[in-house]
């Protein structure tokens, strides 16, 4: 269990780590940077040396360590819950920037910068992550820093059949985050790091489950296998297409580019009374019954 002890304290001493630098960045920047850029790429750097380092364990750490499944998608579950906790708003996905794009809930320039700074974050995970390994602390970082010149695609089927794998993922992701998008977090986080978790174990053979753009180009888009343009069709416009498919289902339209309604009726929400239809003005009122045949009363009204 060496192996994995020291995995458990580069986990800790990445979350530690971008944890001061969001304090740090809090403290010396405007509000409007931190959120739209520092706060992304701390974000982004702390998912993608996480999950550079779990898909060692993944790769190596069956067959060098006999390390089961279940182990696995228990660190797995674990480790998107601290992020969820620990991210303070970063979406660190690119699609998910997007998607607040096309609510209407984020402008095109603040979108611009969280891209920017995702991708940043993204590469700088991926510079530390190898200098950490160089180190060779464990046999299997040793077996990794020797593979990692050569590594082979996440990619493991046909290229449509990988498309369709990550824009389902990302459809089913994009879908519970809307769901959940007013939730506390209490059952926010829960419900996304079990997802998450479940979409790894299913899809995760077959294209390793990103649907994340960012994290799938700093992870395997240098890997011998396939070309960028197939890369970009798995990677980038399966995700790409489940997003906008989940905002579609769950809103009916795009508020950004059209407030029309696709896909859902929407109800009025005053609703008029039913009642007897007036009289028209060639219409007179009978007396009542009990009227008919009196005589004028003393005023020079009826008398009933």
Same mark, same amino acid.
């Given at each position: 269990?060496?192996?994995?002890?020291?995995?458990?304290? !580069?986990?800790?001493?990445?979350?530690?780590?971008?944890?001061?630098?969001?304090?740090?960045?809090?403290?010396?920047?405007?509000?409007?940077?931190?959120?739209?850029?520092?706060?992304?790429?701390?974000?982004?750097?702390?998912?993608?040396?996480?999950?550079?380092?779990?898909?060692?364990?993944?790769?190596?750490?069956?067959?060098?360590?006999? $390390?089961?499944?279940?182990?696995?998608?228990?660190?797995? $579950?674990?480790?998107?819950?601290?992020?969820?906790?620990?991210?303070?708003?970063?979406?660190?996905?690119?699609?998910?920037?997007?998607?607040? !794009?096309?609510?209407?809930?984020?402008?095109?320039?603040?979108?611009?910068? /969280?891209?920017?700074?995702?991708?940043?974050?993204?590469?700088?995970?991926?510079?530390?992550?190898?200098?950490?390994?160089?180190?060779?602390?464990?046999?299997?970082?040793?077996?990794?820093?020797?593979?990692?010149?050569?590594?082979?695609?996440?990619?493991?089927?046909?290229v449509p059949h990988g498309a369709l794998v990550e824009g389902s993922c990302a459809f089913f992701f994009h879908l519970t985050l809307l769901r959940f998008q007013n939730s506390h977090p209490v059952y926010r986080v829960p419900a996304v790091a079990l997802l998450v978790t479940v979409m790894a174990y299913?899809?995760?053979?077959?294209?390793?489950? !990103?649907?994340?753009?960012?994290?799938?180009?700093?992870?395997?888009?240098?890997?011998?296998?396939?070309?960028?343009?197939?890369?970009?069709?798995?990677?980038?416009?399966?995700?790409?297409?489940?997003?906008?498919?989940?905002?579609?289902?769950?809103?009916?339209?795009?508020?950004?580019?059209?407030?029309?309604?696709?896909?859902?009726?929407? /109800?009025?929400?005053?609703?008029?009374?039913?009642?007897?239809?007036?009289?028209?003005?060639?219409?007179?009122?009978?007396?009542?019954?009990?009227?008919?045949?009196?005589?004028?009363?003393?005023?020079?009204?009826?008398?009933?």
């Amino acid at each position: 269990m060496a192996g994995l002890n020291v995995s458990f304290s !580069f986990f800790c001493a990445t979350f530690a780590l971008c944890q001061a630098a969001r304090r740090a960045a809090k403290a010396l920047l405007s509000g409007g940077a931190y959120a739209h850029f520092a706060r992304e790429v701390v974000g982004a750097a702390q998912l993608g040396a996480c999950c550079l380092e779990m898909g060692m364990l993944v790769e190596i750490g069956p067959w060098a360590r006999g $390390f089961g499944p279940d182990l696995l998608l228990t660190l797995l $579950f674990l480790l998107f819950l601290a992020h969820g906790a620990t991210l303070d708003g970063a979406s660190a996905n690119p699609t998910v920037s997007l998607q607040e !794009f096309l609510l209407a809930e984020a402008s095109l320039p603040s979108t611009l910068l /969280k891209l920017a700074g995702q991708a940043l974050g993204m590469q700088v995970a991926r510079a530390l992550t190898r200098l950490y390994w160089a180190w060779e602390l464990s046999d299997m970082h040793v077996l990794q820093h020797l593979m990692e010149a050569h590594c082979s695609s996440a990619l493991r089927t046909a290229v449509p059949h990988g498309a369709l794998v990550e824009g389902s993922c990302a459809f089913f992701f994009h879908l519970t985050l809307l769901r959940f998008q007013n939730s506390h977090p209490v059952y926010r986080v829960p419900a996304v790091a079990l997802l998450v978790t479940v979409m790894a174990y299913t899809a995760g053979p077959l294209t390793a489950a !990103f649907f994340n753009p960012a994290l799938a180009a700093s992870i395997t888009f240098h890997c011998s296998g396939h070309t960028l343009l197939q890369y970009a069709q798995v990677y980038w416009l399966g995700p790409l297409t489940g997003m906008v498919l989940a905002v579609l289902l769950y809103h009916g339209h795009l508020p950004r580019l059209f407030q029309k309604n696709l896909l859902y009726r929407q /109800k009025n929400k005053y609703r008029t009374p039913r009642g007897k239809p007036a009289p028209g003005p060639g219409v007179t009122q009978m007396p009542a019954e009990g009227c008919r045949g009196r005589g004028p009363g003393p005023r020079g009204g009826q008398q009933c």
